[in-house]
């Protein structure tokens, strides 16, 4: 006995013969299979360590596109090309003494320094304001404080490569020259405490600044200008005051630049030589100031990121 073929339902519009009918069709039920998601949960501690992974290699353009490397490759060439000719001439005429100290490269080389964190600064805390991917951020269990801190220390950590590794290069340099080894050591740790510091009190500068635009253009221009101004203005104000024998106040001018405040805070703890015309004011007060407006800039940056960051949360 043959089986008639199934019926299919008919066209649009269209009524079946007459004696006759049409099957509804089939429905068809799809098992996805759904089950709880029973696996670890990494929490906190693990978005914060992959947001300052991911926004440490996105300030050297790593896992972004070809263009954006080109910036930061070529400004951490531009550092080590001093680094590299001081070490060709230690070696090759081997003076008593390493042509420059550990601690005063920074100085010498804060141009640099300072476009470097006026281009990347604005990467890290203006772009997610701009397309507003902050809300996405604060839609996972990530605290406003996690953000700032991983950000924040994003960029302390950036600067501190783009300084430490010059400083590592003239070490191996002096090394290769058969200088002491235990006095270069000491010089190279004091190098790279002072450099560190530069790296907190300029992270926190810029990191401010480009938070309150969600423009980098402007965001660049502003970071250039006020380390720029700050640099001149302090520099200008200690040459004034120190022609006019007022060496005391010329040495208070360093606290309102963030390389000489620095430069001056090395001098204070870390028995260094200054890098400026006139050094910090000896005594307990000079260190004082010095060391509590590092303090204060630091800190003060900090919780200037966590006051904006309130407020776009909340937002």
Do not use: N, W
Request: net charge positive; aromatic share 10%; glycine share 10%.
């Amino acid at each position: 006995m043959s089986v008639p073929p199934e019926s299919t339902s008919p066209p649009q519009g269209t009524s079946p013969p007459q004696g006759m009918s049409y099957a509804a069709p089939a429905g068809v039920i799809h098992d996805i299979g759904y089950r709880r998601y029973d696996g670890p949960r990494l929490g906190r501690g693990y978005i914060l360590r992959s947001l300052f992974v991911a926004s440490l290699r996105s300030t050297y353009g790593l896992g972004r596109t070809a263009r954006s490397k080109i910036l930061p490759f070529m400004l951490g060439a531009v550092m080590l090309l001093p680094a590299a000719i001081l070490v060709a001439v230690t070696v090759a005429i081997k003076p008593p003494e390493p042509p420059v100290a550990y601690t005063r490269y920074f100085v010498y080389t804060q141009a640099v320094i300072a476009i470097f964190a006026a281009a990347q600064a604005p990467q890290l805390f203006s772009r997610d304001l701009r397309f507003r991917t902050i809300t996405l951020y604060f839609s996972r269990p990530l605290v406003r404080i996690d953000y700032v801190v991983a950000k924040y220390a994003a960029l302390v950590a950036s600067l501190f490569i783009l300084m430490a590794l010059p400083l590592l290069v003239m070490y191996a340099g002096a090394l290769l020259g058969k200088y002491p080894v235990g006095a270069q050591t000491k010089g190279l740790l004091a190098g790279l405490a002072g450099v560190a510091v530069l790296a907190l009190v300029l992270a926190g500068i810029s990191g401010v600044i480009s938070a309150l635009t969600t423009r980098r253009g402007f965001g660049v221009a502003a970071i250039i200008t006020v380390l720029t101004v700050a640099y001149g203005g302090s520099s200008f104000m200690s040459a004034i005051l120190g022609d006019q024998g007022h060496r005391t106040a010329a040495g208070y001018a360093g606290l309102f630049s963030p390389v000489t405040l620095v430069d001056g805070v090395q001098v204070i703890a870390l028995g260094a030589t200054s890098a400026s015309p006139v050094p910090p004011p000896a005594g307990g007060l000079g260190a004082l100031a010095y060391v509590l407006v590092t303090l204060l800039v630091i800190g003060g940056s900090f919780g200037l990121l966590m006051l904006r960051y309130r407020k776009v949360a909340a937002s």
